[in-house]
């Protein structure tokens, strides 16, 4: 019996498979170069952002000092007006108050940058992926909640404004210092963004 010339296999060039196999790892080799060349033009981005960000977690954390220096020196002040001559400072308890939140909020950034805030040893020692995957999610949330912080701090900032709200005793306006907390949360934003972005490139290349 003849075999059917319609189902005859047709003949392959000698070397034609091992050219297919090499033209698929060139293939995958280009992609390969291509995602190492994002990858590095991803790091660019977020150290320019880390520097550019680290600036203005500077300024913002000399402000901060200035005030932590200020609010020694009313409390010294009031302490021995009160002791020493019956006199003590008049608003120095609303001052103190006041500028606390200008310390507190202007140290949020610096102190993550320098790594102070609290943090959890244990999760390190695990292995990638998994702690890639955690750090990623962490930061993640920490960002949507920084980002309400902003919003919320935003829009009461505005609400002082609105209703003239003052302190009792030195009718010094309250929405400079909402609005202040709210700006200092943008760097925080900033420093979560590229904990996420670098945890999730951590993951991927290990």
Partial sequence: MQPDP???RKP?????E????????????????????????????LNHLEKFNYKISIWVERIALVAVVCMIATTMVDVIGAKAFHWPLPAGTEA???????????????????????????????????????????????????????????????????????TATAKIMLYPFALWMSLCCIPMILILVKDFISSLLETIRR
């Fill in 6 to 8: 319609g189902k005859q």
């Fill in 18 to 45: 091992s050219f297919s196999i090499v033209s698929l790892g060139l293939a995958a080799d280009g992609k390969c170069n291509n995602f190492a060349e994002d990858l590095v033009k991803i790091n660019n981005i």
């Fill in 96 to 166: 103190v108050y006041l500028l606390q939140v200008i310390a507190i909020a202007g140290a949020l950034a610096i102190s993550k940058i320098d790594g102070r805030h609290v943090r959890i040893e244990m999760i390190d020692q695990l292995p990638q992926p998994a702690i890639g995957i955690i750090h990623s999610i962490v930061a993640l949330i920490g960002l949507g909640l920084f980002v309400i912080l902003t919003w919320a701090s935003y829009d009461y900032a505005q609400a002082l404004r609105t209703n003239h709200e003052v």
């Fill in 12 to 16: 392959q060039i000698p070397g034609s």
